[in-house]
């Protein structure tokens, strides 16, 4: 699975401006991807020049066409390319960092939020002529023959956030813009929760808490009295007994829903835990 940022900041083929904390990306689909699956480490803002994809969550697929703009969250998607016409996108990757400093920076768009309030992992962000216009003027900055400095670059993207925070309609992701600043524990539970199904490594989901693997193993501990590994596996076969029970999946297709990466590892865990396999699970609860 492709960790996105990587991939678009080190290839050396994408025209893009890169900061210390964000990264301007001009990308153009190749036709023959249909369907893929990718994670990104740092969120990231998306506006459609031309053609048509989804953004696909557990929750809801995101139908995006030309002039439309999502705020992704980090984590893992499934994206869907529909090949009859050029895609062509505007991607803004921006961390945590940058977002904590613009909004300490700005008071006025400080809100008071909700540790257990639930955020979307997708928002659909409204925008206005002035918004467009902006992605305009980025656009000309990354065909000029001159580079880019840093500076000016980091004053683009505040103006995208400020665009971004001054719509009322944006509401909900001003809210999320704060929540960032939230407790460790609160932001390490949050991104386990949701991409535990996911078949990424240890050093992936630290990254995408933002921290070194050292850090986030200290603080998993600290806070869960446990490793991520145990926990991870803890919480796929929890999920995995709920899909057993609920759906008409293979126990081949359950175990690949709850991220383990094989048929015969997915046996082994469960019957470690449990003492039977998952088929035999299956049968016992359902004649109880």
Same mark, same amino acid.
């Given at each position: 699975?492709?960790?996105?940022?990587?991939?678009?900041?080190?290839?050396?083929?994408?025209?893009?401006?890169?900061?210390?904390?964000?990264?301007?990306?001009?990308?153009?689909?190749?036709?023959?991807?249909?369907?893929?699956?990718?994670?990104?480490?740092?969120?990231?803002?998306?506006?459609?020049?031309?053609?048509?994809?989804?953004?696909?969550?557990?929750?809801?697929?995101?139908?995006?066409?030309?002039?439309?703009?999502?705020?992704?969250?980090?984590?893992?998607?499934?994206?869907?390319?529909?090949?009859?016409?050029?895609?062509?996108?505007?991607?803004?990757?921006?961390?945590?960092?940058?977002?904590?400093?613009?909004?300490?920076?700005?008071?006025?768009?400080?809100?008071?939020?909700?540790?257990?309030?639930?955020?979307?992992?997708?928002?659909?962000?409204?925008?206005?002529?002035?918004? &467009?216009?902006?992605?305009?003027?980025?656009?000309?900055?990354?065909?000029?023959?001159?580079?880019?400095?840093?500076?000016?670059?980091?004053?683009?993207?505040?103006?995208?956030?400020?665009?971004?925070?001054?719509?009322?309609?944006?509401?909900?992701?001003?809210?999320?813009?704060?929540?960032?600043?939230?407790?460790?524990?609160?932001?390490?539970?949050?991104?386990?929760?949701?991409?535990?199904?996911?078949?990424?490594?240890?050093?992936?989901?630290?990254?995408?808490?933002?921290?070194?693997?050292?850090?986030?193993?200290?603080?998993?501990?600290?806070?869960?009295?446990?490793?991520?590994?145990?926990?991870?596996?803890?919480?796929?076969?929890?999920?995995?007994?709920?899909?057993?029970?609920?759906?008409?999946?293979?126990?081949?297709?359950?175990?690949?829903?709850?991220?383990?990466?094989?048929?015969?590892?997915?046996?082994?865990?469960?019957? &470690?835990?449990?003492?039977?396999?998952?088929?035999?699970?299956?049968?016992?609860? &359902?004649?109880?």
């Amino acid at each position: 699975m492709i960790n996105a940022y990587e991939y678009f900041k080190n290839h050396p083929k994408f025209n893009k401006l890169v900061g210390n904390d964000f990264l301007f990306v001009e990308y153009k689909c190749p036709l023959n991807i249909e369907e893929f699956q990718l994670w990104v480490e740092n969120h990231l803002i998306t506006y459609v020049i031309s053609g048509k994809k989804d953004w696909i969550t557990s929750k809801k697929t995101h139908k995006l066409s030309a002039g439309d703009t999502l705020f992704v969250r980090k984590g893992v998607y499934t994206t869907k390319q529909y090949l009859e016409s050029d895609y062509c996108v505007m991607l803004f990757f921006i961390n945590d960092n940058f977002i904590n400093r613009f909004i300490a920076a700005n008071p006025t768009f400080k809100r008071e939020f909700n540790h257990k309030n639930e955020h979307n992992q997708i928002f659909e962000i409204s925008t206005n002529d002035v918004f &467009k216009t902006l992605i305009k003027s980025i656009f000309q900055y990354l065909n000029q023959k001159e580079e880019m400095p840093k500076e000016l670059v980091e004053i683009k993207f505040k103006e995208l956030l400020f665009n971004i925070a001054l719509n009322p309609n944006n509401k909900d992701l001003l809210f999320f813009f704060n929540s960032i600043m939230q407790d460790s524990k609160t932001t390490i539970e949050n991104i386990m929760t949701e991409n535990f199904q996911y078949d990424l490594k240890i050093t992936d989901y630290a990254k995408l808490c933002g921290k070194s693997l050292s850090s986030f193993k200290r603080e998993f501990k600290k806070y869960f009295n446990t490793t991520p590994s145990r926990w991870l596996i803890k919480k796929r076969l929890d999920h995995s007994k709920i899909l057993l029970l609920g759906t008409n999946l293979t126990v081949s297709e359950v175990g690949y829903e709850c991220g383990f990466k094989n048929n015969s590892h997915f046996i082994q865990a469960f019957k &470690k835990a449990t003492q039977v396999t998952p088929n035999k699970y299956r049968l016992l609860k &359902k004649e109880a």
